[in-house]
């Protein structure tokens, strides 16, 4: 903060693409205005066009570029929720990109350039992260509130959604989790995926169902399968 993404090649000085803070000129943080507009994500799509998604966090939460982040611009087109938590660009899929946000959950078919919302039906509505397995299927965290409401009784009450048809259609994979769904990553093996939550606990969950394989740690906020 403020708003802005550097870059370097082979160790060389590290240089700013400028288009970013242009993009988010006059922008602020929605949770708290007063800070600004600042950078929260980047995304990378290795196709024949190249797609970089990143939502700095004002009306244009979304900027595009296709020409190594020299220039960008706004891919807004339905997407209501400027606090954007996660975007996923499908590695199997051309044009997917999937956003979970404050509010809500958008998909987009064409590369950002509209949005619809896809919200799985219920009373949860926190996106908090979302992947993708290696056959396709799309998995979602979603939470009941926002986590300054995670302390009450049923702490997060989160579950995690799949979808296996472009977010469509979620199905729970498992629900009334303590913990909000910080971060997942693809499993090994190709189905399913590792999610960690903020009450410091690893699930394994593909098609069978859900199981813990990690407890007891404090908040995990990123998580990563090492060859």
């Known amino acids: 903060m403020p708003a802005a993404l550097y870059r370097a090649s082979n160790g060389g000085a590290w240089q700013e693409l400028e288009g970013v803070r242009a993009g988010a000129h006059g922008g602020s943080f929605p949770p708290s205005p007063e800070l600004g507009a600042r950078t929260r994500l980047y ?3 290795q196709r024949k066009r190249r797609a970089d998604l990143l939502p700095p966090s004002k009306s244009a939460v979304m900027l ?3 020409d190594e982040g020299r220039h960008w611009t706004p891919a807004v087109a339905g997407l209501d929720d400027p606090d954007v938590h996660q975007i996923l660009p499908s590695s199997r899929t051309r044009g997917f990109v999937v956003a979970a946000c ?4 958008y998909r987009s078919l064409d ?3 509209h949005w619809e919302k896809v919200t799985p039906s219920g009373a949860r509505d ?4 979302v992947t993708e397995d290696g056959t396709g299927a799309i998995y979602l965290g979603l939470a009941l509130g926002r986590p300054n409401t995670w302390l009450r009784k049923q702490r997060a009450d ?8 472009g977010g469509a259609h979620w199905d729970s ?4 989790l303590s913990g909000g769904v910080m971060a997942m990553c693809p499993a090994v093996g190709g189905e399913g995926v590792f999610a960690s ?3 410091g606990d690893v699930l394994q969950v593909d098609s069978s169902g859900a199981r813990k394989i990690i407890g007891g740690l404090p908040s995990i906020t990123a998580l990563a399968v090492g060859a």
């Open 126 to 129: 926190f996106g908090s992260a």
């Open 197 to 199: 939550t903020s009450e």
């Open 102 to 105: 404050g509010e809500g959950i």
């Open 173 to 176: 994979a498992t629900a009334a």
């Open 64 to 66: 595009v570029s296709d």
């Open 111 to 113: 590369r950002g350039e």
């Open 158 to 165: 989160a579950a995690i959604f799949v979808s296996n048809d």
């Open 43 to 45: 995304r990378r799509r």
